[in-house]
C-alpha cells in the first residue's frame, strides 16, 4: 500500500480490489489531494519517494484496469453469484442494448444473456453466443434454469414474497391485478433510474467539471468544453425534469401516477440532447489523447475518489447521458404496455411515446446532417474550377443529383449538365469530354429565390420550341427563367418530388432551429483540403468512386472509438440518399 502496512494485493478474486479499501480512500486521496483541490504548484517529492516514483504508480493504474470496472457487491450479489458458480444463471433481455465500446455487450430485447459475473450491482459481464462484454444489470431480468425468475429465488432466500419486487420499488400491496402491478414496477424503475441519473451528472459536474476548471494549467476551455459539451446544462434541465416527475409520483400507489404529462410539457427540452451526442465521438477522441498522459490518469482517477464515486471510468459517466436518451422511449413503450385504455394516463403515455420517438428521430437526424457535411466538403473539393462561396456556407445536405438538359435565354441552347440539388441552392457541373468522371463548376441557383413549374409536353411559349419532360426554374418577378429537361417521364416526376423535399427540409431546418456552427464548416473544409494537396489532381478517380459506392453501406472507421454509431429509438431513421447520389455519377456504369 501507498501509506500503511498492507503491503500485499489481495489475490485470489477476479473482482477483489488492489489495494485495501482504507488505503485506497486515505492515502491514495492524500497524495493526490494537492493536485485536484489546490491550486497552484506543489512539493510532491516527499511523498513520491515514499510510494515510490510516478512510473511505477502509473504502470499500476494500467494494469489494475479491473479494479476501475466493479466494486465488491452485497447480499443479493453474493446470491447471484453462488448461482453463477454453478452455471445456472441466465439473463432475459428487457430492452435493446445498443453496443457503444468494444467491451460492452450487445443485444436486443428478449435476448437470453448466460450471466458470468454479476460482483458490480451497475455493470454485469455476460455472454451472448460468441460474444463477451459488460451490459447494464437494469436492462436486463435474472432468471435460473431459465424458468424460474431470479426474483422468485432471491425472495425464497429473503423468506418473503414481496424481495423478488423490492428492486423495482418497494412493496405494491395485496391484491393488485397484475398489469396494474406491472404499471407500478415501470414507474418506481423510471423514478429510480431519474434520480440515479441525476446524481450520475451532478457527480460529472462537482467531482469533475469543478475541479478541471480550477486547473488551468491543465485544461483550456475549449478542451472542457469539447470532453463535457453541454452537460452542465443536461443536468440543469433533468433536476427541473425530475422535480416535474416527483410531483406527479403517487408514493403510495404507484400504479395511479400520472406522469405522461411531464414527457409532453419538456418535449422540446430534450432536444439539447442533439447537441450532446454530436459532441460525443469528439469528446472520447479528447479524453483519449489526455488519457495518454500519466497526470491525467492520475487526476481524473482523484477526482472520481474525492467525489465517491462508483468504480466506472470517466469515458463511461459520459456515456451516460448518450443511453439516458435512447432508453426513454423504451421505457415508455413498456409503461403503455401496461396501462390500460380506460386509465387517465393512457393517453398522455401513448403521445409522450411518440414525442420522445420524434425527439430520437431528431436526434438521429442532426447527426446524419453532421456526418453528412464532410462529405459534402470532400465532394466540393473534387470539383475542378470551383467558384464563389463554399457549399456549406449555405448547404448541409444533398437531397439529389442527375444528369439534365438546361436551357436559358437568351441562348435557348441545350446543354447536358449534371445537377446536385443541396438545400438551399441547385449546383450544376459539366462533365469531362475524354474523362467523364472530371467534373468543372459551371453555376449553381439560389433555391429561395425560385419557384419550380411543371411544364406540359409541347411547345413552350417562352422559349418559342417544342419540350418534352421538362419543368422550370423561375425567379419570382420572371427576370430569370431556366428550363430543365429530363430523358425520361418518370426521371422528370422524381425531380419535381426532389425540389418539393427541398423545401420541406428547408422550412423543416427553421422550425427546428437546426444550423451547422463556423466551426464546424471550417473543420470539414479544412478536412477535405488535406485530402487532396496542392500539386496532385482534385479529380474524382475510379478508386474515389469505389469508395463513394462502398458507403453506401459504410464500416466502422478503425481509427474511431464506437461511439461515433448512435441508433437512439424505434422508428429506424430513413436511410440517407447522399452516397446513393454520388455514386450515380460513376462513369463506368452502363
Avoid at 30 to 48: E, M, N
Avoid at 109 to 118: F, N
Avoid at 147 to 166: F, I, K, Q, V, W
Avoid at 560 to 577: C, D, F, G, H, Y
Amino acid at each position: 500500500c501507498f501509506q500503511c502496512s498492507n503491503g500485499k494485493r489481495m489475490k485470489g478474486h477476479i473482482n477483489a480490489p488492489l489495494y485495501p479499501k482504507c488505503c485506497r480512500t486515505d492515502s491514495f486521496v492524500l497524495y493526490f489531494s494537492a493536485l485536484v483541490i489546490t491550486d497552484g504548484p506543489q512539493d510532491k517529492s516527499g511523498l513520491v519517494d515514499e510510494v515510490g516514483s510516478e512510473d511505477d504508480l502509473y504502470n499500476e493504474f494500467r494494469s489494475s484496469s479491473n479494479r476501475f470496472r466493479h466494486p465488491g457487491g452485497g447480499g443479493e450479489q453474493l446470491a447471484i453469484n453462488e448461482l453463477i458458480s454453478d452455471g445456472s444463471v441466465c439473463a432475459e433481455a428487457l430492452w435493446d442494448h445498443v453496443t457503444m465500446d468494444d467491451q460492452e455487450l450487445g443485444f436486443k430485447a428478449g435476448d437470453v444473456i448466460e450471466v458470468v459475473d454479476a460482483t458490480n450491482k451497475e455493470w454485469w459481464w455476460g455472454r451472448v453466443l460468441d460474444s463477451e462484454g459488460w451490459f447494464p444489470a437494469s436492462f436486463v431480468r435474472l432468471r435460473v434454469n431459465q424458468d424460474e425468475p431470479m426474483e422468485e429465488y432471491l425472495a425464497h432466500l429473503d423468506g418473503a414474497s414481496e424481495g423478488g419486487r423490492a428492486s423495482m420499488g418497494g412493496p405494491l400491496g395485496p391484491g393488485l391485478p397484475c398489469k396494474e402491478q406491472m404499471r407500478a414496477n415501470v414507474i418506481n424503475e423510471i423514478m429510480n433510474t431519474e434520480r440515479d441519473y441525476i446524481k450520475h451528472l451532478k457527480d460529472i459536474c462537482e467531482g469533475y467539471i469543478k475541479q478541471c476548471r480550477k486547473r488551468t494549467d491543465m485544461f483550456t476551455e475549449e478542451q472542457l468544453r469539447t470532453i463535457f459539451g453541454n452537460i452542465d446544462e443536461l443536468y440543469r434541465f433533468q433536476k427541473k425534469f425530475l422535480k416535474a416527475l416527483e410531483k406527479k409520483f403517487n408514493k403510495d400507489h404507484p400504479h395511479l401516477s400520472e406522469i405522461g404529462s411531464c414527457f409532453l410539457e419538456h418535449q422540446t427540452n430534450f432536444q439539447i440532447y442533439s447537441e450532446y451526442c454530436n459532441n460525443h465521438p469528439n469528446a472520447c477522441v479528447q479524453l483519449s489523447k489526455v488519457m495518454k498522459i500519466k497526470k491525467y490518469v492520475f487526476f481524473f482517477e482523484a477526482c472520481r475518489l474525492l467525489q465517491k464515486m462508483i468504480d466506472i471510468s470517466l469515458d463511461g459517466f459520459l456515456l451516460t447521458p448518450v443511453q439516458k436518451i435512447c432508453k426513454y422511449p423504451l421505457q415508455l413503450a413498456e409503461l403503455l404496455k401496461y396501462t390500460n385504455p380506460q386509465h387517465r394516463d393512457y393517453k398522455d403515455v401513448e403521445a409522450a411515446l411518440n414525442a420522445m420517438k420524434n425527439v430520437a428521430r431528431l436526434i438521429n437526424e442532426r447527426k446524419r446532417r453532421l456526418e453528412n457535411i464532410d462529405k459534402i466538403a470532400q465532394w466540393q473539393s473534387s470539383i475542378e474550377d470551383w467558384e464563389g462561396e463554399d457549399i456549406l456556407s449555405r448547404s448541409s445536405d444533398l437531397i439529389f443529383s442527375g444528369d439534365l438538359t438546361k436551357i436559358s435565354q437568351p441562348q435557348a441552347k441545350g446543354q447536358q449538365r449534371m445537377f446536385f440539388l443541396f438545400d438551399h441552392q441547385l449546383v450544376f457541373c459539366k462533365k469531362d469530354l475524354l474523362r467523364r468522371d472530371i467534373l468543372y463548376y459551371k453555376g449553381r441557383l439560389d433555391m429561395d429565390q425560385m419557384q419550380v413549374v411543371d411544364v406540359e409536353d409541347g411547345k413552350d411559349k417562352d422559349f418559342n420550341m417544342s419540350v418534352k419532360n421538362a419543368l422550370k426554374l423561375c425567379s419570382p418577378g420572371g427576370e430569370e427563367v431556366h428550363l430543365l429537361c429530363a430523358k425520361k417521364p418518370e426521371q422528370k416526376q422524381r425531380w419535381l418530388r426532389a425540389f418539393a423535399d427541398e423545401r420541406e427540409q428547408v422550412q423543416h431546418d427553421l422550425e427546428t432551429g437546426f444550423t451547422i456552427t463556423e466551426v464546424q464548416k471550417k473543420q470539414a473544409m479544412l478536412n477535405a483540403s488535406k485530402s487532396h494537396p496542392t500539386g496532385k489532381p482534385k479529380a474524382v478517380t475510379r478508386p474515389y468512386y469505389d469508395f463513394l459506392l462502398r458507403q453506401k453501406h459504410p464500416t466502422l472507421p478503425t481509427s474511431l472509438p464506437q461511439q461515433q454509431v448512435i441508433m437512439l429509438a424505434e422508428p429506424k431513421r430513413k436511410t440517407s440518399n447522399f452516397w446513393h447520389n454520388i455514386g450515380r455519377l460513376t462513369p463506368f456504369k452502363k
